[in-house]
């Protein structure tokens, strides 16, 4: 199984980004997608993830990020608006299979997302 995750890069604050994450090797309609992210210094956070149609969110991206799926393309997508500062991490995909992310059985390389003031 693989997790490529793409999309990361440097952004002001105020500034979007879309994440990428193709995933080979697995039925990936059967996974629960998602995303967790770690800032330096800071332990490893949830973000969101995707079941078929259900989507969860951390309280502190609710309104500014959106998860959503390609079932075709394998592939699970993070929409980043309204970046700030605080939002700089390492993002990493992750995949579990069923309908929740709780412990992943799988995760990307992760993506650098560095948002400056």
């Known amino acids: 199984v693989q997790l490529q995750a793409s999309g990361g890069g440097t952004v002001q604050a105020g500034g979007s980004l879309r994440l990428s994450c193709a995933a080979s090797?697995?039925?990936?309609?059967?996974?629960?997608m998602g995303w967790f992210r770690q800032a330096p210094g800071k332990e490893r956070e949830f973000v969101a993830s995707?079941?078929?149609?259900?989507?969860y969110y951390a309280e502190f991206v609710k309104g500014r990020f959106t998860i959503s799926r390609d079932n075709a393309r394998n592939t699970v997508y993070l929409q980043l608006n309204s970046l700030k500062p605080e939002d700089t991490a390492v993002y990493y995909c992750?995949?579990?299979?069923?309908?929740?992310?709780?412990?992943?059985?799988?995760w990307g390389q992760g993506t650098l997302v560095t948002v400056s003031s």
């Open positions: 995707i079941s078929y149609i259900i989507t």
């Open positions: 090797g697995l039925t990936f309609s059967s996974y629960t």
């Open positions: 992750a995949a579990e299979r069923g309908r929740v992310l709780s412990t992943p059985d799988y």
